[in-house]
């Protein structure tokens, strides 16, 4: 089992930075590759960015591409989400959640483990 807690969430004003970070419990972390999501009010959860379990390789959506960063610390079990130039349409729930693979994956239904999300919202 793995339970994951989100935090670093907020308000910021457009063009600003937060960095998101989630805590894994669970003596395997490595093992799975980690991935952050997004939930708009109305709308479908999306994939932002993915990390594989030894963090060589990571990928993100096109809409984040050159401004957001995911990370991951093996040894704190923790995985973080820097994004910068903050656009009020970044405004969701973001959860953090680990996939049963090491391997990087886009794909919402390889993630097992979820999060409880945290709030950021970006005023324009």
């Known amino acids: 089992q793995v339970r994951l807690v989100e935090s670093g969430g907020g308000l910021v004003q457009a063009g600003g930075s937060l960095r998101l970070s989630c805590a894994a419990s669970?003596?395997?972390?490595?093992?799975?590759?980690m991935g952050w999501f997004r939930q708009a009010p109305g709308k479908e959860r999306e994939f932002v960015a993915t990390?594989?379990?030894?963090?060589?390789?990571?990928s993100y959506a096109d809409s984040v591409k050159g401004r957001f960063a995911i990370s991951r610390d093996n040894g704190k079990k923790t995985v973080y989400l820097q994004m910068n130039s903050l656009k009020p349409e970044d405004t969701a729930v973001y959860y953090c959640?680990?996939?049963?693979?090491?391997?990087?994956?886009?794909?919402?239904?390889?993630?097992?483990?979820w999060g409880q999300g945290t709030q950021v919202t970006v005023s324009s």
């Open positions: 669970g003596p395997t972390f490595s093992t799975y590759a």
């Open positions: 990390i594989s379990g030894s963090g060589s390789t990571t």
């Open positions: 959640a680990a996939a049963t693979r090491r391997s990087v994956t886009w794909g919402i239904n390889e993630y097992g483990y």
